[in-house]
């Protein structure tokens, strides 16, 4: 491979691109410290394209260009293929054990879904078809990394977009030009932005017909003129022996200010239209291709979280305890519960428009919500089985204290382990527990799916719930029946259905 391919993600960041740290305007991301882990790690991941033992995993043979793209952007004509895709996720969610997640292929399944769906949209804007497939094909062959920022500023949550005193509270066009729109506003949270090509873009509350200026949907380039990307504090370590989860996974999160971004006519989706936006809200909120790649990133986190978990009860000899093995099947059952439902969402899957397979909605919906509780859980057993271990790491690494170094290896052993295994072993449980990059996985895995009050309350709005009520409503009838008749009634079991 030549350095030119093998480098050509990290090159294509010296875009002109505006990203924020501590004050300062970062000039070379590449380079920068609190970015060369993260960005290696995703560089590693997409070369996985050119590698002759990956690619048929990862990705598919682009019909315009021959050369392999990701499966990310693979249209599913059937189960086979749904299988294939989950492949590919899987094989790129261990390879960060599931604690990268904006890596662009839950955003590449959007666009895949839009572009499925693109004749739909041409009734809220007649170009959405022909746009959405020239970016389709251009972000599928020209590796676009892509991320999504659907919220407006957390400013004041009690009111509608509408009621706003300050008209930049929600992102809105300022100014049409011949070349495009110009924006002003800000969205939160992009994750992936400081190191992506493109975000997409659109409001996230339902607007009214009279907020035409806001009713818009772009996927926008992250080197635009004038957006600046305001990213959050580093919690990427330098030191990847003593921390490797956070020297090389710590994804950034970012605050997107769009201070009047020109967007270019052909990144405008949806123009002037509340109902369309509203619809390719609702389209992203319950785009299931997207949501099978979350399920199988989430499958891997928690499968990994259970094996820390069982190695440092192991080591320390806890799994003899009755409780603790309760709580290390606790988190196996996680596990299954979530395997099930991605398998259910496989296997329940239907055909849409007759050429596309598409898995099932509903399982992916519940394993999502499920998520938003295990991990914290997961999370809380991992803290009860490590205890103090947690926070009696030492500060100098076991092999290399000089004199103090025998004495270590005596006190820090483990049951079944040396001191050198088992403070590795309790060095990655407490970057899960402990450290901030855990902390935001903690806080990432409750709401990244968006606010679980509301997501739970939307399963609750899309749920079949009529079967629920036929077999309730037949028993009270037989009840009030025999009543009548002054006959003993059947169980709810037993009456035909
Ligand atoms: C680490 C991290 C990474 C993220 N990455 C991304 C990303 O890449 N892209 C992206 O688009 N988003 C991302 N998100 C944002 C995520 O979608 C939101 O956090 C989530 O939708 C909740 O919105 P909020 O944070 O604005 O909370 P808010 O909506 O402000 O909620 C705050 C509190 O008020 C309550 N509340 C507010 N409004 C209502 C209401 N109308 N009804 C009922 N209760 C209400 C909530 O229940 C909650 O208790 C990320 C979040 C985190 C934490």
Redesign the pocket.
Known sequence: MTDKKRNGFIESLKDGRSVWMDGEKINNLAEHPDFSGTLATINRLWEMLDSPKEQKIVGFVSPKTGQYVHQSFLVPADLKDIISRREAFTLWSRKTFGVMS?LSDYASSLITGYFIDRDQFTKYDPSFSEKTEQYYEQARDERRII?????DP?ID?SKLSAEQTDPDALLRVVRKTEEGVVVRGAK?????APYAHDVIIMPHQKLSESQADSAYMFIVPLNSKGLHIVCRESFASQDQEKHPLSAQFDEM?AVLIFDDVLIPWERVFIKESAEGVFQAQLHQQLNVLAHHQTVVRLLTKLQFVAGVATAIAQSIGADHYLHVQEKLGELYTQLDSIEALLIASEIQGAFHRDSVYLPARVPLQTARNLGTRYYSRAIEILKQIGAGGFIQLPSTPIEKSETISPLLKKYYKGANVDATTKTALFQIGWELVGSTLGS?HD??E??????P??TFAQQYDLYEKQPLKKKLHHFLENISERKEKHEPSHSVYSTPS
């Open positions: 904006r991320t999504t920022a659907v919220l957390q949550r939160m949270i992009a994750t992936a999160d935001r806080l990432y409750r709401f990244y799916t968006g606010d009050v509301r």
